[in-house]
């Protein structure tokens, strides 16, 4: 063999684990959680089941990953919008939020995820460690600059305004009671801060 022209396993492997996480988002799309298998997961990537479960312990895994891979960013980073009116920039990440939400290629591997984060505490650590806490850390940060600009008072409990901001969202995301559109966001979002105001 010529110098030069040894397959590169990193490519391979990266080539393979993009093909699994995006077969698990399709697969769970179009038969769901509860028929979703490895087998089907392993079959649709073109890889073994073997290397399935070299990378992940657990269905629920394969899942988490296949939703964290859509929320990486080339930077690494999670920023949200700053552009000085925190209104404005609450309202556009809520419904954007919502959006994804309502939209049927998300809701189905986010309600399959939190499925299997209520019934497995060591998925649930994980997802804490890699999606809750730096997404609420970028939360936190746009609304310290809120503060610091005097849009929001400078003792506000900022924990309890995020809850304030996205437990509804979830809890109508949840029951599926109420439509999530751009109206509902907004007044998530009017409702919060008038409660926050300086």
Same mark, same amino acid.
């Given at each position: 063999?010529?110098? =030069?022209?040894?397959?590169?396993? !990193?490519?391979?492997? @990266?080539?393979?684990?993009? /093909?699994? +996480?995006? $077969? *698990?988002?399709?697969?769970?799309?179009?038969?769901?959680?509860?028929?979703?298998?490895?087998?089907?997961?392993?079959?649709?990537?073109?890889?073994?089941?073997?290397?399935?479960?070299?990378?992940?312990?657990?269905?629920?895994?394969?899942?988490?990953?296949?939703?964290?891979?859509?929320?990486?960013?080339?930077?690494? =980073?999670?920023?949200?919008?700053? !552009?000085?009116?925190? @209104?404005?920039?609450?309202? /556009?990440? +809520?419904? $954007? *939020?919502?959006?994804?939400?309502?939209?049927?290629?998300?809701?189905?591997?986010?309600?399959?995820?939190?499925t299997e984060i209520?019934?497995?505490?060591?998925?649930?650590?994980?997802?804490?460690?890699?999606?809750?806490?730096?997404?609420?850390?970028?939360?936190?940060?746009?609304?310290?600059?809120?503060?610091?600009? =005097?849009q929001i008072p400078?003792?506000?409990?900022?924990?309890?305004?995020?809850?304030?901001?996205?437990?509804?969202?979830?809890?109508?995301?949840?029951?599926?009671?109420?439509?999530?559109?751009?109206?509902?966001?907004?007044?998530?979002?009017?409702?919060?801060?008038?409660?926050?105001?300086?």
């Open positions: 063999m010529a110098a =030069g022209s040894t397959p590169n396993s !990193t490519r391979r492997s @990266e080539r393979s684990r993009v /093909a699994i +996480l995006t $077969a *698990t988002r399709e697969l769970i799309t179009e038969v769901g959680y509860a028929k979703l298998t490895i087998e089907a997961i392993a079959a649709r990537a073109g890889v073994g089941k073997q290397t399935i479960y070299r990378w992940w312990p657990s269905k629920g895994a394969v899942v988490f990953d296949s939703l964290l891979a859509l929320s990486e960013s080339p930077d690494g =980073g999670i920023e949200l919008p700053d !552009t000085g009116d925190v @209104e404005a920039d609450l309202k /556009a990440v +809520l419904r $954007a *939020t919502a959006a994804e939400f309502a939209d049927p290629a998300f809701e189905a591997p986010i309600r399959a995820l939190n209520i019934n497995d505490p060591e998925l649930a650590a994980v997802y804490r460690e890699k999606m809750e806490r730096p997404i609420r850390a970028a939360k936190l940060r746009r609304l310290r600059s809120a503060q610091d600009a =005097g400078a003792d506000a409990d900022l924990d309890l305004l995020l809850d304030l901001l996205y437990a509804p969202l979830a809890q109508r995301w949840l029951l599926r009671s109420g439509p999530l559109d751009d109206g509902f966001a907004d007044a998530l979002v009017e409702a919060a801060l008038r409660a926050f105001r300086p």
